[in-house]
């Protein structure tokens, strides 16, 4: 779950936007000055930062400019009353990866957050795949199901790999095979079924769903 913090002296507007984001899903935390602000986001484990410019005890300009130095990887969306170009080059030109002048929309405000966090997670290479009690570590190639090691073959890794990355959508045996044996098969073969079988009896029976007519999928 994505933390936000929103670095903002209005109580009213602060309390609108963390409102709106506690119920799109996020976990919020409001800072009313610049240097409480500055602080928790160099301290705290934020994904993005909302931040206005005219904040009381140090304003958003010096905020944005010393986390450009230690905390370069936080995203920050600068939300602000003042309009002029000028302000906004300055904004971008310091490292904000967005602008938006106020009075805004929330629904725009949610899209550009979501917008960003997802670029930032482009960036960022995935290095674990975790779904319930499974978990898989793609840099030392180990399986754990709980605080238990599993050993699976190369190919029971790369299916089980396939369906994670791809949790929620379903796969036809076709793209499975494709993926994973390269068409070393007969699309015809069962031997999708068959190893979907062994991942059931490692990782949990409830570990893929069967879609029948479609493929696979991990719930």
Known sequence: MNR?????????????IAKGLKAAGFVTEIAADGITGRDLALTGDFDLLVLDIGLPGLD??????????????LPVLVLTARDNADDTIFALESGAADYMIKPFRFGELLARIR?????????????????????????????????K????????????????????????????LSHV??????????????????????LGSDFVTTVRGFGYRVD
């Open 4 to 16: 936000i913090l929103v670095v903002e002296d209005e109580a009213r507007i602060s309390a609108f």
């Open 60 to 73: 958003g300009f010096s905020v944005l400019s010393q986390l450009r130095k230690d905390r370069p990887d």
């Open 115 to 147: 917008l960003r966090l997802k670029e930032t997670a482009t960036e960022a290479p995935q290095t674990e795949l975790v779904r319930g009690d499974v978990r898989i570590d793609l840099l030392k190639r180990q399986v754990w199901v709980a605080d």
């Open 149 to 176: 090691i599993i050993d699976l073959s190369a190919r029971e890794l790369s299916l089980a790999e396939i369906l994670l990355q791809n949790r929620g959508n379903v796969l036809s045996r076709e793209q499975l």
């Open 181 to 202: 044996w390269g068409f070393d098969f007969d699309p015809g073969s069962n031997v999708v079924d068959v190893y979907v079988g062994y991942l059931r009896k490692k």
